[in-house]
């Protein structure tokens, strides 16, 4: 083989590209997790942005980390809340009305699905919109994006015996607030 093309293959990558291939793959679920916590794209892409600035210094903590996936949706659900919390004590209230076309955007799929798929989806976000934060982070984790009890735990701080309960109890308000019959949430998800 050629030295020069040895050298290529062997030459030592830089610190951005190691981060660039360390996260990229997780990117999506960031994304789909900042959305569902925010309910508004630009304030997720801007959720994500911040997290990924903060850990771009820390890539060589990045490559030490086992499960990087869990750790990367912890670390961006400490950050929504830090946020969150912030946005709450402010004496400015931002308005954060959903109007129709931006929750026909918040829907998955192209423009050619069916009515009842975006009904279904529709009543369970609803159905969602109405648990407790924690509840629904739960949920989400948990359900929607197939974290284990024990990742969820860990993302959120909190005991396993806490994501159990906490994961029973919201299935069970879920399935109170869904009519009986028209929504199975396997299906919507």
Request: proline share 5%; glycine share 4%.
């Amino acid at each position: 083989m050629n030295t020069w093309l040895t050298r290529f293959f062997h030459a030592p990558r830089s610190p951005e590209d190691r981060f660039v291939s360390l996260v990229s793959p997780h990117l999506r679920r960031m994304y789909r997790m900042a959305y569902r916590w925010t309910l508004n794209a630009h304030e997720a892409e801007d959720l994500v942005q911040d997290v990924l600035v903060r850990l771009l210094p820390r890539t060589a903590e990045l490559e030490s980390v086992d499960r990087l996936g869990p750790w990367l949706v912890r670390v961006l659900y400490r950050r929504f809340v830090d946020l969150y919390r912030r946005r709450c004590a402010s004496p400015i209230d931002p308005s954060q009305s959903l109007d129709d076309t931006d929750q026909e955007s918040r829907l998955p799929g192209d423009g050619g699905e069916d009515l009842r798929r975006t009904e279904m989806q529709r009543a369970l976000q609803r159905a969602l919109q109405e648990l407790d934060d924690e509840w629904r982070d739960i949920v989400l984790l948990h359900d929607m994006e197939g974290y284990t009890t024990i990742e969820v735990a860990d993302i959120m701080d909190i005991s396993v015996g806490t994501v159990k309960s906490r994961l029973h109890r919201a299935r069970a308000k879920l399935k109170k607030s869904l009519s009986p019959g028209t929504l199975q949430i396997s299906e919507a998800c």
